[in-house]
């Protein structure tokens, strides 16, 4: 297939993530105002309801039947067991519902996220937050979007004027809290202008697309919390990198992402890592 052929095939693709992500948020608003089913994953704060299994597969199916050869990663099916490996096919990468914990709270920050790879590489991003009606869109080489809205990371260079934000993860035993306090430290005593957590990857990545925070870091995600935003933020005009200064993996859970070079890597070079082990790695 030549490029250009690609390129009109990727863009098809987007269209039609597009129409599933506004699709399966009015499912989850729906579902917001219901009873929920709470059960937990690999700890007790590692939530999962009906909802997420019900979206993820409503997602899987309409993208399966409009491109039936890609191959899926889901967070509800890697869960349920399925091989997480990113390979050159292309590849949709899925979170149904992004902020889990604030959905069973009915806390409004919730997004539903599609991500798209072919050969390793992100080709484009698809985030709906999915109360308040935002879409926020990214393609490679055809810029980053909200509702339409061209999108713009904070040039700021200067940390001690940044806000910054994080997750604290699923692991809570006191040495890893210990880390995650002892980071957040570090960037407090810059001094940072703050440092937020709203519980939801993605929709914490989306701010550093408009420019409304200077950065985000986080140990724990998975790689479908970080694809969809990761090529939204780059293609508008920032950085996103592995917490070591290397370039991302998705695969790694871990990721710094920042308006400029300049505040990335000086949260690089202050963080103490916290192993999660990889997304690819055997059960």
């Not at 308006?259 to 990889?278: C, F, M, T």
Request: with cysteine; charged share 20%.
């Amino acid at each position: 297939m030549s490029s250009d052929m690609e390129a009109e095939s990727w863009a098809e693709c987007m269209d039609v993530a597009v129409k599933t992500a506004l699709r399966a948020g009015q499912m989850v608003r729906v579902s917001m105002m219901q009873e929920k089913r709470v059960s937990s994953k690999s700890t007790p704060t590692d939530l999962v309801t009906e909802a997420d299994q019900q979206v993820e597969e409503l997602i899987i199916s309409t993208l399966r039947e409009h491109f039936p050869s890609h191959r899926f990663i889901g967070e509800e099916s890697s869960a349920a067991g399925e091989k997480c490996i990113l390979t050159d096919n292309p590849t949709w990468i899925i979170d149904p519902i992004d902020g889990t914990c604030n959905f069973v709270h009915s806390f409004p920050m919730v997004a539903v996220s599609i991500g798209f790879a072919v050969k390793k590489q992100l080709e484009f991003g698809v985030i709906y937050h999915c109360l308040d009606g935002t879409l926020y869109t990214g393609r490679r080489s055809h810029g980053a979007f909200c509702n339409g809205v061209r999108l713009r990371v904070s040039k700021e260079k200067d940390v001690s004027k940044a806000l910054i934000l994080t997750e604290i993860g699923a692991k809570r035993e006191p040495h890893t809290l210990d880390i995650f306090l002892g980071n957040m430290k570090q960037l407090l005593s810059a001094p940072v202008h703050g440092v937020r957590i709203i519980g939801s990857s993605t929709l914490a990545l989306c701010q550093v697309a408009t420019g409304a925070a200077e950065a985000y870091y986080q140990y724990g995600l998975h790689c479908w919390d970080i694809a969809a935003a990761a090529i939204i933020i780059t293609e508008a005009g920032g950085c996103v990198i592995d917490t070591t200064g290397g370039p991302l993996d998705l695969m790694s859970r871990r990721v710094v992402a920042a308006g400029s070079q300049e505040i990335a890597d000086y949260i690089v070079q202050r963080l103490k890592p916290i192993n999660y082990g990889r997304d690819d790695d055997d059960p």
